[in-house]
């Protein structure tokens, strides 16, 4: 089926610059007929008059045709959130959705809906207790949306520089931070912080397993646990080299992400989080890209990954993964979902950053490839 775009209409400089374009066509075609012909001075002076008429009615009746803003709307099941992180410090983030059901997209729902801009890079989103917490890193922020109409509920504001959210229980949520040296506590209810955790480095992709927070530090080869009940760091498991990614996996364990090191390669490790020790190590043969945006499969017992394409893993694989989904593509790759409803993987190429993003749907049994146009900087996909 051919995605329908759903466009946003254009601001009064757009129709500006249109409407001028064709006006200026049809002058130059006025004016070819003016000189062409051998006219009187009355005769010439009346074609002036009627075609100053002309414009004006034209301009008009334009002016009642503009299109009208589309009406925001979900499907349940079938919904797709893009972030799209936008350029730092240019405060052009936006939250791109696609309804799958009606085939349409909206580049930049939060702005369409709420009529200002959502800030500067969007982070990651989450949905919790039903509502969308969009976490804004540069603004500081987190914008809080309802997920049917995309309507602005509240802004979370007093964080420093905020990265995840991850929700302990229906009241109580933790946010990373690159430089804040904390993670920060959220009561449901609330527009800032009810406190923080003490935190050694960058915090950043989070996982809850059994009451406990499993916390990946971006700049420190280790991961952080914290007692989600009493919201103290506890422990930490070492891993080869600093950390890249987390999720949850089958059997309760947990997958981690993390880069070359001095002596060891990049690749994946599984912890066993009843011991908090590693199970098995997987090394990749890429020298220059490490593994991210990890993805779970439907059974958690595989989970895809990004790493200068598309993987998947397995618990049971006894070598690191080469069978790349993106074969034969070439990009910027940037950012990676999956959608385990339908078994496909969402790839992002960011280009050269300033411009649009591309996005393939990539379906992992039949292979087929639908290319999409995201953001500025598509970074992430969620599913609802």
Same mark, same amino acid.
């Given at each position: 089926?051919?995605?329908?775009?759903?466009?946003?209409?254009?601001?009064?400089?757009?129709?500006?610059?249109?409407?001028?374009?064709?006006?200026?066509?049809?002058?130059?075609?006025?004016?070819?007929?003016?000189?062409?012909?051998?006219?009187?001075?009355?005769?010439?002076?009346?074609?002036?008059?009627?075609?100053?008429?002309?414009?004006?009615?034209?301009?008009?009746?334009?002016?009642?045709?503009?299109?009208?803003?589309?009406?925001?709307?979900?499907?349940?099941?079938?919904?797709?959130?893009?972030?799209?992180?936008?350029?730092?410090?240019?405060?052009?983030?936006?939250?791109?959705?696609?309804?799958?059901?009606?085939?349409?997209?909206?580049?930049?729902?939060?702005?369409?809906?709420?009529?200002?801009?959502?800030?500067?890079?969007?982070?990651?989103?989450? %949905?919790? &207790?039903? $509502?969308?917490?969009?976490?804004?890193? @540069?603004?500081? *922020?987190?914008? !809080? #949306?309802?997920? +049917?109409?995309?309507?602005?509920?509240?802004?979370?504001?007093?964080?420093?520089?905020?990265?995840?959210?991850?929700?302990?229980?229906?009241?109580?949520?933790?946010?990373?931070?690159?430089?804040?040296?904390?993670?920060?506590?959220?009561?449901?209810?609330?527009?800032?912080?009810?406190?923080?955790?003490?935190?050694?480095?960058?915090?950043?992709?989070?996982? %809850?397993? &059994?009451? $406990?927070?499993?916390?990946?530090?971006? @700049?420190?080869? *280790?991961?952080? !646990? #914290?007692?989600? +009940?009493?919201?103290?760091?506890?422990?930490?498991?070492?891993?080869?080299?600093?950390?890249?990614?987390?999720?949850?996996?089958?059997?309760?364990?947990?997958?981690?992400?993390?880069?070359?090191?001095?002596?060891?390669?990049?690749?994946?490790?599984?912890?066993?989080?009843?011991?908090?020790?590693?199970?098995?190590?997987?090394?990749?043969?890429?020298?220059?890209?490490?593994?991210?945006?990890?993805?779970?499969?439907?059974?958690?017992?595989?989970?895809?990954?990004?790493?200068?394409?598309?993987?998947?893993?397995?618990?049971?694989?006894?070598?690191?993964?080469?069978?790349?989904?993106?074969?034969?593509?070439?990009?910027?790759?940037?950012?990676?979902?999956?959608?385990?409803?339908?078994?496909?993987?969402?790839?992002?190429?960011?280009?050269?950053?300033?411009?649009?993003?591309?996005?393939?749907?990539?379906?992992?049994?039949?292979?087929?490839?639908?290319?999409?146009?995201?953001?500025?900087?598509?970074?992430?996909?969620?599913?609802?």
């Amino acid at each position: 089926m051919q995605l329908q775009i759903k466009r946003m209409p254009f601001n009064i400089y757009s129709y500006f610059i249109y409407y001028s374009g064709i006006i200026l066509k049809i002058s130059g075609l006025a004016l070819a007929y003016f000189l062409s012909f051998n006219l009187r001075v009355f005769e010439r002076l009346r074609f002036l008059i009627s075609f100053s008429f002309l414009l004006v009615a034209f301009i008009s009746c334009s002016e009642k045709e503009k299109p009208k803003v589309e009406s925001f709307e979900a499907s349940p099941g079938n919904m797709v959130l893009v972030c799209n992180e936008g350029n730092f410090r240019w405060g052009n983030a936006s939250v791109g959705v696609l309804n799958l059901t009606k085939q349409t997209w909206i580049e930049d729902a939060f702005k369409a809906v709420n009529n200002r801009a959502l800030g500067d890079v969007l982070q990651s989103a989450t %949905l919790w &207790n039903n $509502l969308w917490f969009l976490v804004v890193n @540069n603004s500081s *922020k987190i914008e !809080v #949306v309802e997920p +049917e109409k995309f309507t602005s509920v509240k802004t979370i504001s007093g964080l420093g520089s905020p990265r995840f959210l991850l929700p302990i229980s229906d009241s109580k949520a933790y946010i990373s931070d690159i430089y804040a040296g904390q993670i920060w506590i959220l009561n449901q209810n609330s527009t800032s912080p009810a406190g923080s955790i003490r935190f050694y480095g960058w915090s950043e992709e989070m996982v %809850l397993s &059994n009451k $406990l927070a499993w916390i990946s530090c971006r @700049n420190k080869p *280790k991961v952080f !646990v #914290v007692n989600a +009940e009493s919201d103290n760091l506890i422990d930490s498991v070492s891993i080869p080299g600093n950390c890249t990614s987390i999720a949850m996996a089958g059997n309760g364990k947990i997958w981690v992400g993390f880069e070359a090191s001095a002596t060891e390669k990049a690749g994946v490790a599984l912890i066993d989080p009843s011991s908090r020790l590693v199970e098995r190590l997987f090394y990749s043969n890429q020298s220059n890209f490490y593994p991210s945006h990890f993805q779970p499969s439907a059974t958690r017992d595989s989970l895809f990954f990004m790493q200068n394409g598309a993987f998947m893993i397995s618990q049971s694989d006894v070598a690191y993964p080469t069978n790349n989904f993106a074969q034969g593509l070439t990009g910027n790759w940037y950012g990676l979902g999956f959608d385990s409803k339908r078994g496909e993987i969402y790839l992002s190429d960011a280009k050269d950053f300033s411009q649009k993003s591309r996005i393939f749907r990539i379906n992992i049994k039949t292979g087929i490839r639908t290319e999409l146009q995201g953001g500025i900087i598509t970074s992430r996909f969620y599913f609802w």
